[in-house]
């Protein structure tokens, strides 16, 4: 089973950037469609990007999109979330997750099988 690891939380001011990195453990990476979901400190978690296995197709939630953009480098096993224009609601704990090998893309939590263990992003000033 693929494992993943999260990296590239940390303390950014509201306007600022950040780019988060998922790295899998699995050769097969490139067959696994992946997505970004988030925790805030007592919230349920949500949905936040998706991007197919095949990157012809991509999801973004209402509240991130046109600041976040999710993409992936096969080669290098890992998926990206580049964060923009930060607010301090973005504040949660980030987690990069893979439906099983061949999976379309989906927005639904209880679709992806394997899970990080989370980057900490926190937007204060």
Known sequence: QVQLVESGGGLVRPGGSLTLSCTASDGSFS???MAWF???PGKEREFVAAIGW???TT???DSVR???TISRDNAKNTVYLQMSSL???DTALYSCAARDRWSEVSREQSDYTTW???TQ???AS
Do not use: C, L
Request: net charge positive.
């Open 31 to 33: 067959f696994h469609s």
């Open 38 to 40: 988030r925790q805030a």
């Open 54 to 56: 095949s990157q012809a």
């Open 59 to 61: 999801y973004y939630s």
């Open 66 to 68: 046109g600041r976040f």
């Open 87 to 89: 607010k301090p609601e």
């Open 116 to 118: 990080g263990q989370g």
């Open 121 to 123: 992003v926190t937007v």
